[in-house]
């Protein structure tokens, strides 16, 4: 991607935030009737070079999550991430979900690029047991995890990945008319398929962000819009990256998702 289009992107999601924001000043935050969230950190691949962030990040997370006052939070790391265990989950949820309920998913750990039975690029979450080398056998690919989230019957899903995108088939996120109602899947990752993901402070550099957004804003009315926290992360790290690492968001359908806090609490200690 040329960084003429890059800057075009940022523009349009910034103005698209801008105008989510002014509507959600005035109307209510999202009411759903479960919110539903599935955390995912892996460090120690046998495999892999060891990760020194990515169960941290997860964790704090799933302590966002409950601050928020999540119905469910599961916390999924390291050994307990294999691929039965993350895809029997998503089963699991799939089968217990509800219509106006919301999922949401985080993965931290590595991820994988390559070509996938049919010879085209996809994406791929690499759960701990990952070979070398068999990363589309072992992998969960973007394609198979958006089919999972698409057969559920639920409003609203988001998903928050501090790994690489690639595969998903998601666009690039517009205002809507119609955000408290329509069906939507949502998806903001740590940067594109060449992107290097930078760490700071005992957490990858996207994940730090999404954490200081929602403390941010937990005493708000208004909730955590997802466009509006992907504008913030977004110009956040290409500002502290010089453009190296670059966030992109994502949507399938119109709606939009916001997050209330259920009981607030003090907003915890944040960077600018």
């Known amino acids: 991607m040329t960084k003429k289009s ?39 691949y046998p495999s892999y070079p060891t990760l020194s962030c990515s169960v941290n990040d ?7 999550f409950k601050t928020y006052g999540f119905d469910q939070v599961i916390l999924l790391t390291d050994e307990e991430a294999g691929r039965e265990d993350i895809t029997s989950t998503l ?21 994988w690029t390559g070509s996938d039975a049919s010879g085209n690029q996809m994406g791929y979450l690499l759960p701990v047991g ?11 690919s ?38 408290t109602s329509s069906r939507s899947i949502q998806m903001l990752t740590a940067g594109g398929a060449l992107d290097r993901a930078f760490e700071a402070d005992g957490h990858g550099l996207f994940t730090r962000y999404i954490l200081n957004y929602f403390h941010r804003s ?10 509006g926290l992907a504008s ?8 502290e990256t010089s453009g190296w690492q670059t966030p992109h968001f994502g949507r399938m359908g119109a ?18």
């Open 91 to 111: 089963e699991t949820v799939g089968a217990e979900i509800g219509e106006n309920d919301l999922l949401v998913f985080f993965y931290a750990g590595h991820g």
């Open 130 to 140: 990952t070979r070398k080398g068999h990363e589309a056998d072992d992998g969960i």
């Open 58 to 64: 997860a964790v704090e997370v799933s302590q966002v």
């Open 218 to 227: 937990g005493g708000r009315d208004s909730g955590v819009s997802a466009l």
């Open 6 to 44: 890059n800057n075009t992107i940022g523009r349009a999601l910034a103005a698209a935030a801008i105008i989510l924001l002014t509507a959600i000043v005035t109307s209510p935050a999202q009411d759903y009737s479960r919110r539903i969230a599935v955390c995912i950190g892996i460090n120690a």
């Open 255 to 272: 709606g939009e998702i916001v997050i209330a806090m259920g009981e607030p609490t003090a907003a915890l200690a944040m960077a600018n």
């Open 142 to 179: 973007m394609q198979a995890l958006r089919e999972a989230v698409e057969a559920m019957p639920n409003r609203h899903s988001l998903f928050i990945m501090d790994s690489c995108y690639s595969g998903f088939g998601i666009n690039v996120a517009t205002s809507s008319t119609d955000w």
């Open 232 to 239: 913030y992360v977004r110009n956040r790290v290409r500002k």
